[in-house]
């Protein structure tokens, strides 16, 4: 999947993860795609709830050895 920019937050736990996700996504504009590498299993849960609540759009999450990769779509 394309994505206009990138965030890796692998070794980060609750709530840094979103955190960092909402600066990035402050800084793009409507309808760019962020990917994010997280490694925190709660991340699963909180980017499901965070996209739900902001009104962002979760394209895709997937699990890879213990890596969480996720695509988020910017109102």
């Known amino acids: ?8 937050v692998r ?9 960092r996700t909402k600066k990035s996504l402050a800084e793009m504009t409507t309808g760019q795609v962020l990917k994010i590498l997280a490694t925190d299993p709660g991340a ?8 739900d609540q902001t009104g962002n759009e979760l ?9 969480f990769m996720f695509y988020l779509k910017k109102k």
Not at 11 to 19: A, E, M
Request: hydrophobic share 40%.
């Open 1 to 8: 999947m394309n994505c206009d920019s990138e965030l890796d």
């Open 11 to 19: 070794g980060l736990h609750c709530p840094l993860p979103i955190l």
């Open 44 to 51: 699963v849960i909180d980017f499901q709830v965070f996209a």
């Open 59 to 67: 394209l895709s999450s997937s699990e890879t050895a213990g890596e």
